[in-house]
């Protein structure tokens, strides 16, 4: 039972455009939302979130965007850099579990130079 | 200001063995959360706790393991007679009480500790 999914595994850019990470999820009780960036044997790092009274929230060079009613997100970084290559993951809080994070299985993105 | 603190960073296991992880939490932080990668996965949820408090153990396997986070002291991960499919990422997170502002919405991670299960 996935309830947070990331369909695309894998993401190829060229620096100093867009990408554009997506994410959507099944559970309706889910009120905050969050995209960690992670290296090789590192644990996740904190980008952004949103609450699910938003729709937009930004901070920099990235951009979290929410559709509460397609249960879809997605997070823009503009312009992508190469030290932004990384495996993505978004993470969803709620539900029944109010501390759990459920999260999806990560999208690796590459910057080309 | 430190991070989140986890140790060993990589513990070696013979099938049968004990493991313990620790972790540090951030300075300020009164909640800590484990999750689990196996290769090719997401992170998955095990545990949430508070100073002295299981609050959700919904991810946690109902044998072999357990958890815990002391008045004073890290929080410990402990799993008993491990085997091989216990080979995996650990991590812990943690966050701030609630009431100290927007920060106690996310949660900070540490670096990982990588069991091995021979």
């Known amino acids: 039972d996935q309830q947070v999914k990331q369909n695309s595994p894998s993401l190829s850019v060229q620096e100093g455009r867009i990408s554009i990470l997506n994410c959507d999820y099944t559970n309706s009780m889910f009120d905050y939302f969050l995209w960690y960036k992670k290296y090789p044997a590192e644990g996740p790092t904190f980008l952004i979130s949103?609450?699910?009274?938003?729709d937009k929230n930004e901070d920099g060079r990235f951009t979290v965007f929410l559709n509460k009613s397609a249960k879809h997100l997605s997070l823009h970084i503009v312009p992508s850099q190469p030290g932004d290559s990384a495996v993505y993951f978004c993470a969803a809080r709620g539900g029944t579990s109010y501390g759990k994070l459920t999260f999806g299985q990560g999208t690796i993105l590459t910057v080309h130079p | 200001n430190a991070g989140v603190m986890q140790n060993p960073r990589h513990l070696v296991r013979r099938r049968g063995q004990e493991a313990r992880l620790r972790c540090s939490p951030m300075?300020?932080?009164?909640?800590v959360y484990w999750y689990r990668q196996l290769p090719e996965e997401g992170l998955k949820f095990m545990v949430y706790l508070q100073k002295e408090n299981i609050i959700d153990e919904s991810g946690m396997p109902k044998e072999r393991f357990s958890a815990e986070f002391p008045k004073e002291g890290p929080s410990i991960l402990r799993i008993q007679q491990v085997v091989r499919g216990d080979s995996a990422a650990y991590f812990c997170?943690?966050?701030?009480?609630?009431?100290?502002?927007?920060?106690?919405?996310?949660?900070?991670f540490g670096p990982g500790t990588r069991l091995t299960v021979l």
């Open positions: 997170a943690s966050s701030a009480p609630r009431g100290t502002g927007g920060s106690y919405n996310e949660q900070f």
């Open positions: 300075k300020g932080h009164s909640h």
């Open positions: 949103i609450s699910s009274i938003k």
